[in-house]
């Protein structure tokens, strides 16, 4: 969900409250009390109306982009968002956020029970030594092509797959993760994926 569709959101759920409160305010009878029946129906419609706009923020919040500024603060988030699934597809141009030992056998652990596929412009030290470990590697050569997208699926072919899609703005660099189904960012990352394991086997 993006800010502005959040934005557009929460005005209609105050635009609910405010119908309310003009209907009790100009449109109900003077001197003519709710009954109880019509106070607890407009009390629940309140409710509702607050609980709703309370949910959408709260999934704005945990769905909006997170920045980090520091290596180690991303090396951290890759840590626990490999960690976090089972069956793994990396994009990366070098893997560079690779750079101790702890990841190292983390991808070391994935690559052994087959949950390691890894997509790069050409083959590295650690990529080879993954290969030989079980790791499902994808290299093109051959495109001369260093992409600019960097992402991480989990859970990949499952129905709880996700995506984490890093990119740099200035100093800062930010992560968005997309469910599957939720957005289009998370088709094109896996429509990616599949291209370049499709470009790997028709050699």
Request: net charge positive; glycine share 6%.
């Amino acid at each position: 969900m993006t800010l502005s569709i959040l934005v557009v959101e929460l005005i209609a759920v105050i635009g609910s409250i405010a119908s309310l409160v003009s209907l009790y305010l100009f449109v109900w009878p003077a001197n003519t009390p709710f009954t109880f029946a019509e106070g607890v129906a407009c009390a629940i419609a309140s409710c509702l109306i607050v609980t709703f706009g309370v949910i959408r923020l709260r999934e704005y919040a945990r769905l909006k982009p997170k920045t980090y500024h520091t290596k180690k603060a991303i090396r951290d988030y890759m840590y626990r968002w490999i960690s976090s699934g089972e069956r793994v597809a990396v994009f990366s141009r070098d893997m560079t956020w690779v750079d101790d030992d702890d990841m190292r056998e983390l991808l070391r652990r994935k690559a052994r029970k087959g949950e390691l596929i890894l997509c790069l412009p050409h083959a590295i030290a650690l990529s080879t030594e993954l290969g030989r470990l079980g790791t499902e590697i994808h290299v093109y050569p051959e495109l001369d092509f260093i992409p600019s997208s960097r992402f991480t699926i989990i859970n990949v072919g499952r129905h709880d797959s996700q995506v984490a899609m890093g990119r740099r703005i200035g100093a800062v660099h930010t992560i968005q993760e997309v469910a599957v189904g939720h957005d289009p960012l998370f088709a094109l990352a896996d429509d990616l994926v599949s291209v370049i394991s499709r470009l790997d086997r028709c050699r």
